[in-house]
T-cell receptor, first 111, second 114 residues
Framework: ELKVEQNPLFLSMQEGKNYTIYCNYS?????LYWYRQDPGKSLESLFVLLSNGAVKQEGRLMASLDTKARLSTLHITAAVHDLSATYFCAGEETSGSRLTFGEGTQLTVNP | GAGVSQSPRYKVAKRGQDVALRCDPISGHVSLFWYQQALGQGPEFLTY????????KSGLPSDRFFAERPEGSVSTLKIQRTQQEDSAVYLCASSLALIDGELFFGEGSRLTVL
């Protein structure tokens, strides 16, 4: 059974700073996903990582995947207040099957 | 519609009441998932449909939970004799393809059981 752990669970950072959120998973995962959730809102897909060494970037966010270490990271560069949200990683044991989510990282970016 | 639509958005039920939550997936989407998200937690899988076939219901927490998708489009999640621990946001998601399909989530139905 796939288990997904994120850390930290809470992250308070200043605007302009860099930080990384870590996502460890327990067994082989076909894909690794990153989602963003604003309070009271649904999940917004950020990245899908398909293979070892995959790196994707969108604006100030960059996600990477190391399948050998069973680790994905979400790196935030020069944070801005608009990035405040909860970020989830999720693994998928086999293609097209259910996602297993981490507990989420609640990010607060302070001016 | 443009996205996955869920109703009601908010539901308050007295303990012991039955509730029904509806999901309208994006038109043409084959796969449909239900997830339960407790406050401050990540979503947890409940059940999964491909068209009208319920392929995996291993995440349903008890036999009080029942889901259907009779015509392969709209789905209903029914919870009988609600308990306080059923209070959560119920998220529906759909994807176009059987595999390799991007998953689109609805805004969820927030259930509060008093």
């Amino acid at each position: 059974e796939l288990k997904v752990e994120q850390n930290p669970l809470f992250l308070s950072m200043q605007e302009g700073k860099n930080y990384t959120i870590y996502c460890n998973y327990s067994t082989t995962s076909d894909r690794l996903y990153w989602y963003r959730q604003d309070p009271g809102k649904s999940l917004e897909s950020l990245f899908v990582l398909l293979s070892n060494g995959a790196v994707k970037q969108e604006g100030r966010l960059m996600a990477s995947l190391d399948t050998k270490a069973r680790l994905s990271t979400l790196h935030i560069t020069a944070a801005v207040h608009d990035l405040s949200a909860t970020y989830f990683c999720a693994g998928e044991e086999t293609s097209g099957s259910r996602l297993t989510f981490g507990e989420g990282t609640q990010l607060t970016v302070n001016p | 519609g443009a996205g996955v639509s869920q109703s009601p958005r908010y539901k308050v039920a007295k303990r012991g009441q039955d509730v029904a939550l509806r999901c309208d997936p994006i038109s043409g989407h084959v796969s449909l998932f239900w997830y339960q998200q407790a406050l401050g937690q990540g979503p947890e899988f409940l059940t999964y449909f491909q068209n009208e076939a319920q392929l995996d219901k291993s995440g349903l927490p008890s036999d009080r939970f029942f889901a259907e998708r009779p015509e392969g489009s709209v789905s209903t999640l029914k919870i009988q004799r609600t308990q306080q621990e059923d209070s959560a946001v119920y998220l529906c998601a759909s994807s176009l393809a059987l595999i390799d399909g991007e998953l689109f989530f609805g805004e969820g139905s927030r259930l509060t059981v008093l």
